[in-house]
């Protein structure tokens, strides 16, 4: 079993960063693939950026989000981040992180789910 907590959005001017972490509590940390996801208002949820399951150097992105987001993690804080630069306003959705066996792109690869944490960006 293990638990996820995202945490670091807020509202953001179009162009601006935001840095978002996700602490593990539970089994081995490092032992999952881990990723995010995002979904916004009347939309379902997409695959924004996640680890190759089996080497942390290998990393995949969301064709809308490449070269702006990078994904990060720190197996001794148990942390997964996603460092968002040049935001925009299509960017605006609740972003969740997600852990599991398997990992990759697709929503069912993923066995646990935080709550997500709200990102706005808006002038």
């Known amino acids: 079993q293990v638990q996820l907590v995202e945490s670091g959005g807020g509202l953001v001017q179009p162009g601006g960063s935001l840095r978002l972490s996700c602490a593990a509590s539970?089994?081995?940390?490092?032992?999952?693939?881990m990723g995010w996801f995002r979904q916004a208002p009347g939309k379902e949820r997409e695959f924004v950026a996640a680890?190759?399951?089996?080497?942390?150097?290998?990393?995949y992105y969301a064709d809308s989000v490449k070269g702006r987001f990078t994904i990060s993690r720190d197996n001794a804080k148990n942390t997964v981040y996603l460092q968002m630069n040049s935001l925009k306003p299509e960017d605006t959705a609740v972003y969740y992180c997600a852990a599991g066996a398997i990992g990759g792109r697709g929503i069912y690869d993923y066995n646990y789910w935080g709550l997500g944490t709200q990102v706005t960006v808006s002038s």
């Open positions: 539970g089994r081995t940390f490092s032992s999952y693939a």
């Open positions: 680890f190759n399951r089996w080497s942390a150097s290998i990393t």
